[in-house]
């Protein structure tokens, strides 16, 4: 069974900070693309971050250069997305996707966690 489960979220004051975890499970991790997307209330879902199967090279939202880090660890089958000088803007629900290297459109979604920015 096919798992992406996302932790990590919660309310944070601007200018503070928040990893979010997302482990995989059900399928070969190593084998997929990692994106952290987001959606904030009302919008359409946005790639933040991706990540290469190796971790060899990563892709930023212009919105958040500079401020997050996505890292993956395939042995632990786990992304991570290091989120910090945050913003009311960041506020969203973050969700976790994998999405298969070899040409195909397999891909997953998690649940998705929430990330609130607020004084």
């Known amino acids: 069974q096919v798992q992406l489960v996302e932790s990590g979220g919660g309310l944070v004051h601007p200018g503070e900070s928040l990893r979010l975890s997302c482990a995989a499970s059900?399928?070969?991790?190593?084998?997929?693309?990692m994106n952290w997307y987001r959606q904030a209330p009302g919008k359409g879902r946005d790639l933040v971050a991706r990540?290469?199967?190796?971790?060899?090279?990563?892709n930023y939202a212009d919105s958040v250069k500079g401020r997050v880090t996505i890292s993956r660890d395939n042995v632990k089958d786990t992304v991570y997305l290091q989120m910090d000088s945050l913003k009311p803007e960041d506020t969203a629900v973050y969700y976790c996707?994998?999405?298969?290297?070899?040409?195909?459109?397999?891909?997953?979604w998690g649940q998705g966690t929430q990330v609130t920015v607020s004084s």
């Open positions: 996707n994998a999405e298969y290297a070899f040409g195909s459109s397999i891909q997953y």
């Open positions: 059900g399928f070969t991790f190593s084998n997929y693309v």
């Open positions: 990540i290469t199967r190796t971790g060899s090279s990563t």
